[in-house]
């Protein structure tokens, strides 16, 4: 392997690393919405309960001799619920991980492909379409125990998934929880399934270098000195360049209805905490806090319980995540290094990044404890918290539906351009 390949490639890992920890703050805004639905659930089976126990029908002493937890049976609403502003735009985001979904991402990368080819044979390199079929419903790192998500045993594994899928098993050993990253390549199996792979070697270091300039771009100097906010500035002002770059835009990988909601961003954040702050969703929420306070957990119930159970671990875990993301090869001078040296160096590093060190570890531990038992209660309080089966779940997207399809309305003449802009996407 030439020493500058091995550069390359650790500029274009160093950057995937350095976007992993500027991501840990946009996935509570992702988690937003999703804990918003999910907590939503939660109160109104609280609510059902006690509204039936206090109706005094006789159905109350025949269900006190069924255990007081267990599957709640019917059909999510999650799965089943139609956005007003997803049927305006002509986009659908309920199940990416469908055969069709699927199917359409690979198209559209084979497609990407396609175009990366012709851009770089234009640029005077040879290059050959990668086929990414293998990563397209193949490969599920969350999936490999076969338990459903949101069901009773995973919750009793996993909890609310977010200590114990922060890492991969490799990271944390065999005692703690960790997603599934067997299956994940390393560098030198990737280099040598690449059809590109044996005329990249053949190009000289220098050659090398202005090859992969044009295939990626050029990669951003990043400052690991900057602060979380600056991080997510400094990713949010990064405009990719290179062949992949320009074949994506092409494409138009978000297209219209990305716009659409650069657009009106503010007024959907909006929209959603004006939906969080419903009186209807307060008192279902009130319900589920309450039960909760009841098993030891001081929670708001005016905000939802998915972010406030991820707010509460992610502060403990950003130590974690400082020693999990940090510069692996920090320290290393590759230029004294044989090819052998540094073939032995990238095959032992896990494809995940480094394995926690026993500090580490035993803070993830007790994290992970406090976690599963406080997901344990949700579920004592509200059997289908998880899965978007209950009343409070309606209740949730009832609001949902009123204020999108409110949002439509007063902003007819603003979006008309927008309708059905991501029909072909």
Known sequence: MAKQTVRI????VLALFASACASSADTADDVETDAAMADSDDAAESADADSSDESGSDDSESDSDEEPSGEVEGESIWETYTSPIQEFLGVDYS????????AEFAQQDREAEEAVAVCMRELG???????NSQFFGGFDPFGEDGLEYGSDAWVEKYGFGITTQAFGQSQVGPDLIGYDDSQMMDFEEQEQNDPNFEYVESLSPAEQEAYYSDLYGQQPEFDETLTEE?????????????CQAEAWDDIGFGGAEQEFYEEFGDQLDDL??????????????????DC???????????MDLWQQAYEMF??????????????PFEGVDFESLSDEEIDELLSSMPATGPELDDAAKATLAELQT?????????LGCSPGFFTGVGVDAEVFFEVLTELEQQFLDDNADAIASYAGSGASS
Do not use: C
């Not at 040879?126 to 086929?131: A, G, S």
């Not at 909760?292 to 005016?302: E, V, Y």
């Not at 992610?314 to 510069?327: G, K, N, S």
């Open 95 to 102: 199940n990416f991980d469908s055969d069709e979904a699927q």
């Open 370 to 378: 406090q976690e599963i038992d406080m997901a344990k209660d949700v």
């Open 314 to 327: 992610e502060d403990e875990m950003q130590p974690l995540y400082d020693i999990a993301y940090t510069d």
């Open 125 to 131: 390199w040879e290059y050959t379409p990668v086929d």
């Open 272 to 289: 959603y905490e004006r939906v969080n702050a419903d009186p209807r969703v307060i008192a279902v929420q009130t319900e589920l806090t």
């Open 292 to 302: 909760m306070a009841d098993a030891g957990h001081n929670l708001d119930p005016s």
């Open 230 to 242: 600056e991080q997510e500035a400094f990713w949010q002002d990064y405009e990719p360049t290179g």
């Open 9 to 12: 490639l650790l500029i274009a």
